[in-house]
């Protein structure tokens, strides 16, 4: 069974930045989607970024509110995937969440416990 481990929150100041990780158990190849989510309290888990993998491309995408402040990015030897956040406000606030589909299925792994990030002064 896959595995997914997120890193990397904490509390940050309005404007800062964090670097979350998210440590998967099997290849990133194997992957044809990885993208983070995130969940505030009360609301529901939504896409923040997101990483598509074809046979030819690789393609990112981002949620309105985080494009040219949030990064997803991967490396494949670490199988790992990351989210570098800059310039952080206090709406950013939340459980952040990373997740995949693998090649051949069209389900989620199973979810990780995410990581908290924290945005206030």
């Known amino acids: 069974q896959v595995h997914v481990v997120e890193s990397g929150g904490g509390p940050v100041q309005p404007g800062g930045s964090l670097r979350l990780s998210c440590a998967v158990s099997r290849s990133l190849a194997s992957f044809k989607y990885m993208g983070w989510y995130r969940q505030a309290p009360g609301m529901q888990r939504e896409s923040v970024a997101r990483?598509?993998?074809?046979?030819?491309?690789?393609?990112?995408a981002y949620e309105d509110s985080v494009k040219g402040r949030f990064t997803i990015s991967r490396d494949n030897a670490k199988n790992t995937v990351y989210l570098q956040m800059n310039n952080l406000r206090p709406e950013d606030t939340a459980v952040y969440y990373c997740?995949?589909?693998?090649?051949?299925?069209?389900?989620?792994?199973?979810w990780g416990q995410g990581t908290q990030v924290t945005v206030s002064e």
């Open positions: 990483i598509i993998n074809t046979t030819t491309t690789t393609t990112t």
């Open positions: 997740n995949g589909i693998l090649v051949g299925k069209h389900e989620f792994v199973p």
